[in-house]
């Protein structure tokens, strides 16, 4: 027996590892799957939010009481990018889609970054 695990210890070793990851990936994709489908619900301290360009009453319901429609600069709410107004970039963003940042740091901190103009 002793000549035999001395011969094949490393395809045993590596039969076991694979058999103990597949059990656990397993294990994962059935926690997963059975997951409570709640919603995330992130929560910011007042100074973040107070560097931010969004209505402290907004957060919750996911809508602005009264949605802001000027600024110094502007993004798309489908993009990356934050333009200043007057950018020939901005022209091709459709007016239902602005997203406007009171400073660049607003919009850095909503996950922008500087577009070329």
Request: hydrophobic share 40%; net charge positive; aromatic share 12%.
């Amino acid at each position: 027996m002793q000549a035999f695990i001395a011969r094949y210890y490393q395809p045993i070793l590596f039969s076991l590892l694979a058999l103990l990851l597949g059990v656990v990936f397993y294990a994962g994709y059935l926690e997963g799957k059975g997951s409570n489908t709640q919603p995330v619900v992130l929560a910011c301290t007042q100074n973040v939010l107070d560097k931010l360009s969004i209505p402290t009453e907004a957060i919750g319901n996911g809508t602005a009481s009264a949605p802001v429609t000027s600024g110094v600069y502007v993004g798309s709410k489908n993009g990356t990018k934050y333009y200043t107004p007057s950018c020939s970039e901005v022209k091709r963003i459709k007016p239902a889609n602005y997203i406007w940042f009171k400073s660049a740091e607003d919009a850095q901190i909503q996950g922008y970054t500087l577009g070329s103009c």
